[in-house]
């Protein structure tokens, strides 16, 4: 590579970083990332143990020990810093953006086409939902792995294919792929395309080479089945015929291309149609008769490079295209996060092929070009630096999704979910409302109403709002849990014992159950039984900060204020309950008799902002 490329590269990744450097402030969502980071146990060590667990997991449906270690890493790194997480994901698109280009470089010999391909992979607004969502480290990870094999299959001069080290590199890197997501099966067949691109003879040695990827995707493949079948069936799926699931197999075809080219109204949910009319089906059959005649055509010019990237396009985005329901939504824009290298290929393809032909018109048609597709390069990162906004908190996630779609229940879902967090509780059942209006079975919707009902202190609406879902889905946990705090706010609380004992049968190593099992014997004056349950939870989540605030608390009502302080000693460690962390541990020295560590402590927890009788610090500072 000459100095110039080198630097036309460099200037690429610098534009790029420009493009997604405001998503470093952005904090996490609830979409996912719960389940990925802040609520994740399987991240929080680095230990041998930590490691088998994680090797030995399923996690939201998916398989992908090597993308949840890496989120691990950087919980070491970082903590829960969000800031941290999409550091990391805007740090791997950047080198996923050089392997495309190396690898286009390398399968076409040609700088130009190589440059173009790269920048549009990088700044496309379509990658942002990859890029932005700390939960799709899995998307930019495989891609990483995924196109490093590619590289590493593309470099040997060899006109027959791959062989000596270079094979093994590129078996071990098609598996740290599969490991980090199982969409990336489709890698065997991108390597024949790939020979076809390079003219290498079809021979039976170069079809025997692909036999251990082929065995590596079929075995990710059932894996994949199994942790599919593991997370159990969605309720609210849509159901479709075969027929309509393969036509709209093909419009999603059309709908992926349309917003590679015109990024518009772009969402991160696109909801299937609540109904299909006559009009529906023949837009549908037309938008099948069109991908089918351009696939035609595509073929049927034989030009090497148009077949590899449509091909590229076709064989990484045909197992998301819906036909098999994986979701609630009919197209997502992480899928095309891979895929699209195709298309920009074409498009890369067919600006150099167009300005080098001076025959069309000279060197005032290649201005015309050039300064064309600066705009819609300028356009397009403009846009992904907006989209990134979009990410920016679960509020304005879900508001953009409303803003396109307000007929989404799981969009008032999720943002109601953020006002309950935030104590904006008129704001969440407003949402709430919202979504079960539209669907007034939505079991998730109505256990989470049942809690802001609770809070608002509407106990009969809390408890009406969990038996329905309850009645409905005997296995349901989250509505027992509900269920029983609101059965013990009322004191109810042999039924509300009977609850948590229920969630606790659903999900014996879920430590939160434990410490609310453990409120309950505490507020029935069941010391040792509500210590011995925040202790299986500190067990089952060493890192469970709450379980240790709520056990010192305990143990001062039962006496044990030796006891109390080292639990607060760690609960302090606690943003949210730092201030009444420093307060009880204040009247734990005080009883001990320590005053001035008493009073250190009472100054603290008024600092961070809980209110502190001033005679009682006037009490601390005279002794």
Partial sequence: MSRRAWLWLFAVLVFVSLCFVNAIGNGFTNWDDPLYVTDNDL???????????????????????????????????FGLS????HFTNILIHIANTALVYGVVRLLCRNHQIAILTALLFGIHPMHVESISWISERKDVL?????????AVYLLPSQAHGIRGKYYVASILLFLCALLSKGQAVTLPVVFLLVDYAKQRPMSSRLLLEKGPFLALSLLFGVIAVVAQKNTGAIPDMPTFSLVERCLFAFCNVLLYVAKLVAPLKLSAFYPYPEKLSWQVYCALCVAGLIVLTVCWRIVRSA????????????????????????????????????????????????????????SLGGSSLRLCLIGGFAAYAAWLSYTTVQRNKVWQSSESLWSDVLLQFPRVPVAYLNRGSYYQIEGQLDKALADFNVGLALNPDHYDILTNRCDVFRLLGEYDRSLDDCSRV?????????????????????????????????????????????????????MSGMFDAAIEDYSHAISLRPDYLTAYFNRAKTKIRKGDLAGAIPDFDVSIKSPELAADSYFYRSQAHKITGNYSQALSDAESAQRLGRRVDSQYLKHLAGR
């Fill in 303 to 358: 030009n090497r490079f148009l077949i590899f990237g449509s091909g590229f396009f076709v064989i990484n985005i045909m197992l998301l295209l819906q036909v098999l329901p994986v979701g609630v939504s009919m197209i997502a824009e992480r899928y095309t996060y891979l895929s699209s290298l195709g298309l920009f290929f074409l498009v890369a393809y067919g600006v150099v092929h167009i300005s080098n032909r001076t």
């Fill in 43 to 77: 991240i929080r060590g680095l230990s041998a143990s930590h490691i088998k667990a994680i090797s030995s997991s399923f996690l939201v449906g998916n398989y992908h020990p090597l993308t949840v270690l890496s989120l691990a890493l950087d919980y070491r790194l």
């Fill in 142 to 150: 495989y891609v990483f792995f995924y196109l490093s094999a590619l």
């Fill in 82 to 85: 969000s800031s941290g997480f």
């Fill in 470 to 522: 309850i009645e409905k889905m005997q296995d349901h946990t989250v509505a027992y849990t509900n269920r029983g705090i609101t059965y013990s706010m009322i004191g109810r609380i042999d039924e509300a014992m009977a609850d948590f004992e229920r969630a606790i049968a659903l999900e014996p190593n879920n430590p939160k159950l434990y410490s609310n099992r453990g409120n309950l014997y505490d």
